[in-house]
């Protein structure tokens, strides 16, 4: 696959998984859907650290928008680097100079999108440590009459025992409603960290590669 197709395909994976984390991150600021328990005496800090609306959806959305603007339509040659290849057409046809001011402004694309990519990569490695550590503490709950992280303690157990779960009063069903929203942010996060890092070797890649034209006889 070139790498234009490559990145375009990239890009567009990276921003599903951002709206997934930034709509995941809304719905834990409402325990079962409920507004009322929207405060910081109800909710966890994780929640409040916002790991899926900033690390895992406006740090990566960054790199998702660059992939898919590197990739444009994808690879529109025979060779392995579409971006390089229709910067090359748009610059001839516009009556630009085609060798050094082509050459300029892929290898700024490329370079624009590597540096992206690593930025997403910090912003997915932000939403997997938050995501993970509300998951390790578990939420914080009414439980007994008062309020706190009663499964702190338990450094995570509490997942495979549900028999815990209703100990929590309230919010209403708080305990099932962050485990799975701070799974699916976990899960998203990861695919972040491996698509980001697909992208940057992909965009180093598109630095150094060739022209992806086809080699046209010319009439003589």
């Known amino acids: ?73 994808g690879c529109c040659g025979a060779g392995c680097c579409g971006n390089r290849c229709r910067a090359g057409l748009e610059l ?9 001011a082509s050459q300029s402004a892929e290898i700024t694309g490329m370079l624009r999108s590597v540096f992206s990519s690593a930025f997403g990569v910090l912003g997915a490695i932000y939403c997997l ?45 708080v305990v099932p409603w962050n485990v799975t929203l701070f799974s699916l942010l976990v899960a998203a996060s990861c695919l972040e960290i491996v698509l980001c890092g697909i992208q940057l070797v992909n965009a180093t890649i598109g630095v150094f590669c060739g022209d992806c034209r086809k080699k046209q006889d010319t009439p003589h």
């Open 1 to 73: 696959m070139c790498t234009g197709k490559c990145a375009r395909c990239v890009g567009l994976s990276l921003i599903t998984l951002c709206l997934v984390c930034i709509v995941a991150n809304a719905l834990l600021l409402v325990p079962n859907g409920e507004t009322s328990w929207t405060n910081t005496n109800h909710l966890s800090l994780q929640v409040w650290l916002m790991g899926g609306f900033i690390g895992g959806g406006l740090m990566v959305l960054c790199p998702g928008i660059a992939a898919v603007r590197a990739g444009g339509k």
């Open 92 to 100: 001839s046809t516009s009556g630009d100079p085609p060798a050094s």
């Open 129 to 173: 440590s938050v995501s993970g550590a509300g998951l390790r503490n578990g939420p914080r709950c009414l439980m007994n009459g008062e309020w706190g992280y009663h499964f702190e303690d338990t450094a995570g157990a509490y997942l495979l025992n549900r028999t815990l779960w209703d100990r929590c009063e309230a919010p209403p069903r």
